[in-house]
C-alpha cells in the first residue's frame, strides 16, 4: 500500500496527521437529495440508476456538489454480486431488495456462476473509472461490497435458519460470495477506487463463535485476496462487543455504528486501525446548532489521536433536511482543527 | 429479599448452589403452541386472553403441563401499562401492537394518568393470585414490565426523533412510565410473584450516554422504588457492549441476548449478578440432536459455576416444533448436573 497521500481521509484511515477531521456519510448520494429522487424518477428507479455508468456517476457526484466532503463513494448497491450470479434483482414497490431466484439447495448454489466483475459487473467498473476522472484527484473515491453473511441474508429465505439447520449449505453459499467480492473488489481498485469497505449490515446478528467464523472469517479471506494497494474499512452494524476481534482480520479502518463509545472503542483497538463513525443519523433529523454540539461531542471523545474519519453511524435516512448535512459537514471540518496539529 | 428459597430457579437467581441448572424460557406461554392457538381464537384475540384472569392463569400453565419448566412467567405483554393510561392497545391483523392515542405532545402528557394497578390492572393481579394458586408453590412465578424506553418505543411515532429533537417531552413521559412500573411491579410482588423481569428490549437502540441517562437510569430508578423483596432481573436486547455498567443499577440477575459469549460476561460481570441466557431462539428451528449439543456448549461456557439461569436469548418464534422445546428443557436439566454439587 502506498504510505502517503494528499488526501485528508485517506491519510486519516493510515493514521497519518491531518489539518481537520475528514467526513463522508455512509448513503450521501441518496433519497434525501431532491436532485437524486428527480434523476431517479427520470431513470425509472434505482436498478435504472445503478446499471447506467453515467448517471451512477452523476449520483455520486451530487452530493460533492453541496458539502465539502472528503470522499465520494460509488453508487450502486451490496447486491450487485449476487444479481451478476444469475440471481435477477428486483426491488418491489415501498419494499427492500429481492431477488426471482432464491438459495434453497446445493443444486442452487451449483448453479450460481463466480461473475467475472469486467464482464457482469461492468457497469460498477466504468462508473468509477469515469467517477475518477471527475474527481481529478481532488477528493479519493471508496469502492465497497456486502460481506458473504449479509448478501447472503437476501438471498436465503432465512439464513439464521439455514445456518443451523444446513451449515454446510450455507458455507458453501458464502465461500462463492467471498470468491466473487475478491474479484470483485479486485477490479474495483484497477479501475481506481482510493479506498474499499466491507459492510457487514447483518453480523449483528451472529452468535459469537458464528461471528467468528461467518462475519470475521469470510472478512479475513477477502481482505487476504484483495490487493493491499488501497485502505479497507470493515463495518460491522451492532458489532460493538467484538471490536478487538475484528482489528486481526486485515482491514485498516473499523466502522462504529452509534451505539458505541468512541472513546472506549480508541482504547480497546488501541494504534491497530483507524475508527470511522460514528453519530447517530437520526441526530440529522434536529437542527444544525444541536448538530454542532453532537459532533463536538463525538471529536471531544476521540481526542487528540490520529486515525478518526467522521462519518454517520449507519445511513443517512431517506428525508433528513439537506441544510442539516450541510451544518455536519461544516461542523466537523470548523470543530476539529483544535484536535490536529 | 428472603435469601432462602426452595425453587431451583430462583437460587439460581440468587447464586446459590443448584443441583441441576434451572431453565425457563421468554414467550414459553405462546403461540408455538397448539393449545395456546385454540384458546386465543375461542377468546378472540390476545387482548381477550389477557384480561380474563381465568384463561391468563390457564395460559402460564400450559407450557408447565407440557415441559418440567423450573419457572412460570404470568401471560400479559409490555404494554398494559399504556392501555390502563387510557391509550387504547389494539393488535391489527398482521400487525404488531397498536395505540389509539399516541403520545405527540406535552398536553399529551399531561392527559396521561398513572395507573393504580389494583384498579386499572387488576386483570394482571388477579390472574397472578389464580396462577400461584395453582402452581401451590411448586414452581415460581415471574411477574414483568417494559422498562419506560421501550414501552416508550411503542407509545410515540417515532422515540428516537423526540429524544434528539426534544428529550425533555420523552423524559416527561418516561418518569411517568417509570413511576406507573414502580407502582405495577410492587403490586405484583403483593399478589404474589417470586422474581420480576424488567424487559429492555429497545436499549440496544441507543448511543451509550442515551443507554445510561434512559435505559439505565429509569431501571435504577425502578428498582430502588420496587420492593427487594423478590430477585429482579434486567434484560436489555442488543446490551452485549453495556453488561458492567448495568451491574450497579440495582438487578440481581441479567438477562444476555443471544449474540453474547456467556463464559466472557460471567467474566465481565463477576460475581456480582446471575446471568439469565442466552441460547439464540432460532436455534429451535433445528432437532433435538443439534440442540443438546447447544445446551452443552452453552454449559460448558458458563462452567462450574453458581448463578445461571438457562433461557433463550430472545422469546421462542411462533412456528417452532413443540418437541424441539421438550428436548431443550431436558437437556439442560440431564446435562448440566455434572456442573454442580
Redesign the interface.
Known sequence: MSTSSPHRLIRAFLRQPVDKTPIWLMRQAGRYLPEYRALREKAGGFLALAKNPELACEITLQPLKRFPLDGAIIFTDILVIPDAMGLGLYFAENEGPKFKKMICSQEDINKIIIPDPTEKLNYVLEAIKLTKKELNNKTPLIGFAGSPWTVATYMIDDA??M???NPELLHNLLAKLAESTVLYLNAQIDAGVDAIMLFDTWG??????D?HNISLYYAKKIFSGVNHRVPRIFFTK?G??WLEEMVDIGCDVLGLD????IN?ARLRVGDKVALQGNM?P??L??NPK?IQEEVECILKSYGKHVGHAFNLGHGIPKDIPVENVAALVDAVHELSTKYHG
Do not use: A, I
Open positions: 439464521k435458519k445456518l443451523y439447520q449483528g446478528l451472529l452468535r459469537t463463535p461471528y451492532h460493538g462487543q452509534w451505539t458505541v463509545d472506549k447517530d437520526m441526530m433529523y434536529t444541536k
